[in-house]
């Protein structure tokens, strides 16, 4: 089976050992990223606006009747235009308004410090540059499809938002083994969460949403579901070159929220005041 699947490097913890790729080894920040307005919109060609095109056409076909309802919702707020690679700056004012997140432009993997760092901040950073046409159904590389078109209409809905940066917080206090602990909840969540809707099984993960492949197989009976546990998540490990066997469901996102707070709070990852 070919290498399918698309995530955050920083956090893939387990199974990089076929990770040599240059553009996988992760950034250390020596200053800091540019936010917001801060941010200017690069140079593209006509191929790279057409690349977007392409990929957000596709997984649009996809992801009515297959994302959940917050993702849909998400993508309404933040409007992305259909041909063209949209602005980070524009990105950011948009979430900005919804849940006080902002966008920073990265140059690529960053160091997991500084990716959680941005995180506990309510910052998203975000690559501005877009896989080539060779790589259109798989980057082993950040890239901003992913990171634009998977990551930011979740970051819209408030409970996920919260959630989202209170592992940046917990992974700040993380050491040794309880890193590895966060970065498969990262996994099972944030990159391939599934969600029990009323409608019926529904995909959250950024991972899913913003690759073809996952999209179509993640909610068939070929993949094992388990009821969401963050203790469990905890302790399954997973593999970062396949499509997935095993994903887990959440109830709500307020579930996802409370679960995972609770179990960072049971290993002393985050203040009881945060709750
Ligand atoms: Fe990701």
Redesign the pocket.
């Known amino acids: 089976m070919t290498k399918q699947i ?3 490097k920083p956090n893939a913890g387990n199974g990089g050992e076929e990770n040599t790729d240059p553009r996988c080894v992760p950034i250390k920040l020596e200053a800091a990223l540019p936010v917001g307005d801060e941010i200017a919109y690069p140079y593209y060609t006509y191929e790279e606006h057409q690349s977007w095109q392409i990929m957000f056409e596709r997984q649009m076909e996809l992801l009515v009747g297959r994302a959940c309802e917050e993702y849909l919702k998400g993508l309404e707020v933040l409007q992305f235009p259909h041909g063209r690679i949209p602005p980070l700056n524009i990105l950011s004012r948009l979430l900005n308004e919804v849940t006080g997140w902002k966008v920073a432009r990265s140059p690529g993997l960053l160091d997991e410090k500084d990716f959680f760092t941005c995180l506990a901040n309510r910052i998203f950073p975000c690559t501005d540059y877009i896989r080539c046409r060779e790589e259109i159904d798989y980057t082993p590389a950040p890239d901003m499809f ?2 634009i078109f ?2 930011t209409p979740m970051i819209t809905d408030p409970a996920f938002a919260e959630f989202y940066q209170k592992i940046g917080q917990a992974a700040l206090n993380a050491e040794g083994e309880d890193r590895i602990r966060l970065q498969r909840i990262y996994w099972f969540t ?2 391939f969460g599934l969600i029990q809707s009323s409608e019926g099984l529904r995909i959250y993960g ?2 899913i949403v913003s690759s073809y492949n996952e999209v179509q197989h993640s909610l068939t009976d070929a993949v094992e579901k388990r009821p969401f546990d963050a203790a469990k998540i905890a302790e399954q490990d997973f593999d970062i070159w396949h499509l997935q066997p095993l994903l887990y469901v959440i109830e709500s996102f307020e579930q996802l929220q409370e679960g995972f707070y609770d179990w960072a709070a049971s290993r002393g990852l985050m203040p009881e005041t945060d709750k």
Do not use: F, K, M
């Open positions: 698309e995530t955050e992913h990171d998977g990551h944030v990159e950024n991972g």
